[in-house]
């Protein structure tokens, strides 16, 4: 075989095998936000906001089917534990208040005080609902299981929330921009590699027509026994 045929064949060979760059298909794990943008505005025009923010009754929702010094026990110890479980009776809404437990020593802020009032333990709690960041601030009676209490924005958490959706938007939109750049980086790639196929497999056409030339003489020139 020609030395011009071999070298025809290991070009047509070497570019099929080349492989086409993948495209990457994007990976967002884009959690949804645990705050809206502008907390403050909603808490003030939200009707639920405005009326749990009045103060108003609530009661102990916890181990209802159990008797009273049951409940009682239980509501102790829950709050040792640093949670419980109130409703609106006005509403009927219901909250998970989750507050530091009162023999944490390491925290300066008493979210937990069975010292202010007697009879009574004034719980704060603040957490997230319906996008906006609040307080619960109020009081449960240890006997009757039942207090007074109400929700206000909680102005120190907004913020911090608000810092941090600031900074999972920018690693979002850092992370679409680096997926366009990408994206155009591969159609380039893609466009140089059928121009390289294209050319190779003209060069292998070519060599083809001059290996079928080169198997033997021209037929005039064969001699006659």
């Excluded at 239980?74 to 009162?102: D, K, S, W, Y």
């Excluded at 603040?126 to 960041?133: D, Q, T």
Aim: aromatic content about 8%; overall charge neutral; hydrophobic content about 30%.
């Amino acid at each position: 075989m020609e030395h011009t045929s071999v070298l025809g064949m290991m070009h047509h060979a070497s570019f099929d095998n080349i492989g086409l760059y993948e495209q990457p298909k994007p990976r967002f794990l884009f959690k949804m936000p645990r705050v809206v943008p502008d907390q403050k505005a909603k808490f003030e025009s939200d009707e639920l906001f405005r009326r749990l923010s009045r103060e108003s009754e609530v009661r102990y929702t916890g181990h209802r089917d159990r008797q009273p010094e049951e409940r009682i026990k239980r509501f102790l110890a829950a709050c040792q534990e640093g949670h419980v479980e109130i409703a609106f009776t006005t509403t009927g809404t219901n909250l998970q208040l989750m507050f530091t437990p009162p023999n944490a020593g390491y925290m300066t802020d008493n979210q937990c005080d069975f010292e202010k009032e007697q009879g009574k333990v004034n719980i704060k709690s603040s957490f997230i609902m319906n996008g906006v960041c609040v307080r619960w601030r109020g009081y449960i009676d240890l006997e009757r299981l039942d207090g007074v209490g109400a929700i206000e924005f909680d102005e120190e958490s907004a913020i911090r929330e608000d810092g941090l959706l600031r900074e999972q938007m920018e690693r979002y939109t850092q992370r679409m921009r680096e997926y366009e750049d990408n994206k155009s980086r591969y159609r380039l790639d893609r466009s140089d590699t059928d121009e390289l196929r294209m050319a190779n497999n003209h060069l292998g056409h070519h060599h083809g027509a001059v290996t079928s030339r080169c198997h033997g003489p021209p037929r005039n020139d064969r001699r006659i026994p």
